[in-house]
């Protein structure tokens, strides 16, 4: 239920943003850089197109001649070769290149020079194309080029717009009060948690008082802000990728696929908090069940599968929380074990992060180390 919820804020979020942000995009950026280059265009269109210096493999990289003063009246062609089934290899002209760059030009005069298979020349074709566009680290010695080409009221105005919404969908989600929630989702996890404790202990949890509202009302309070900080850091990551996309000239395209890996990293983590802290108020009620029903010791419970940290065999044998060494082992509920000997870290059952392990109670009256304990 919680996971559910804490994913539906994401979606919300993100089908806003594509419904009202992604539209405006498409005016911020310049047109060549909104162009895709087709798998099945020639090298000439592709040229002709606009390309990034990402799509490129440079003949020479080592040599750094002096930068001059770029003049297309008397600047040479650049060369690109084209294998088949290679890239395009810049040949000839990487400091015009950078120099027309540099001075913010739009073209550069080019020649493209197809081989075949055994490296005969195909053909040689002269033309004048975009200027290829530097690549991020680049960019930030590219200062020149900004200044050369501000972008036009258009563009500053629908990137006014830009901003603007997406400060009213972050506003929107997060002037919502979300302490209904997350009262609800501790009240379900206390539920449950009461009737486990029953099963096991024959004990209703209704005649022990209220023994829990201490961590109910911690919960909902932590929980509040965490469940803004998702849609929260999701727009700061949407707003912060955006500029960046200003500033580096991105394709359209380009920038839905980073903003696309985005959304799916803010569902992973709703997932995380959610499951993180459901498990951390269910660890935190049985100390505070036990402990009142009189219960000082617990048997150490891991999932007994391959997810347990430090289990040899399973997925995590290196981790620096040990998990799989504690299962079986009697603890005390006033003395926590150390689960991570590298920092000393100490943890109950559940409260170390996304732990699974769950603490068996030891009936005094059962005080046999070697008995069985329930699941």
């Avoid at 210096?53 to 070769?81: C, H, M, N, Q, V």
């Avoid at 088949?84 to 073209?107: M, N, S």
Wanted: contains cysteine.
């Amino acid at each position: 239920m919680y996971r559910k919820a804490l994913r539906s804020l994401v979606s919300l979020a993100t089908s806003r943003i594509e419904r009202e942000v992604f539209p405006l995009l498409e005016q911020t950026l310049p047109e060549p850089a909104r162009r895709t280059d087709a798998a099945d265009r020639s090298p000439l269109e592709r040229l002709k197109a606009g390309i990034d210096e990402a799509e490129l493999r440079f003949l020479r990289s080592g040599y750094r001649a002096p930068l001059t003063a770029y003049d297309p009246e008397k600047a040479s062609s650049i060369t690109f070769s084209q294998y088949p089934g290679e890239d395009l290899v810049l040949e000839d002209g990487r400091h015009r290149l950078e120099a027309a760059q540099r001075a913010g030009a739009t073209e550069i005069r080019a020649v493209l020079r197809e081989y075949d298979a055994d490296g005969n020349l195909l053909r040689e074709t002269p033309a004048t194309i975009p200027v290829p566009r530097p690549d991020a680290a680049k960019q930030k010695l590219l200062s020149e080029r900004t200044s050369a080409q501000p972008a036009t009221s258009r563009e500053l105005d629908a990137r006014t717009l830009v901003r603007e919404r997406l400060q009213a969908i972050k506003q929107a989600l997060l002037g919502a009060d979300r302490s209904a929630l997350a009262q609800e989702v501790g009240e379900r996890v206390a539920s449950a948690n009461a009737a486990e404790f029953k099963r096991v202990l024959k004990i209703d949890t209704k005649a022990m008082g209220q023994h829990t509202s201490g961590q109910l009302d911690t919960f909902r309070k932590t929980n509040v802000d965490l469940i803004k900080s998702i849609p929260e850091t999701l727009l700061d990551q949407v707003d912060k990728t955006v500029e960046e996309a200003w500033t580096k000239g991105k394709r359209v395209e380009v920038l839905r696929a980073e903003l696309q890996k985005r959304f799916e990293v803010s569902k992973s983590r709703a997932d995380l908090i959610a499951r993180d802290q459901v498990l951390k108020l269910n660890s935190q009620i049985t100390k505070t069940r036990q402990t009142s029903a009189g219960i000082v010791e617990y048997v150490w419970t891991t999932s007994h599968d391959e997810r347990v940290r430090g289990n040899p065999d399973g997925l995590y044998p290196d981790s620096d929380s040990d998990h799989y060494s504690l299962d079986g082992t009697r603890q005390r509920w006033d003395a926590p074990p150390v689960t991570n000997a590298k920092t000393g870290a100490t943890n109950h059952p559940g409260e170390d992060y996304q732990c699974r392990c769950v603490a068996v109670p030891v009936l005094s009256f059962l005080d046999d180390p070697d008995l069985d304990q329930p699941e």
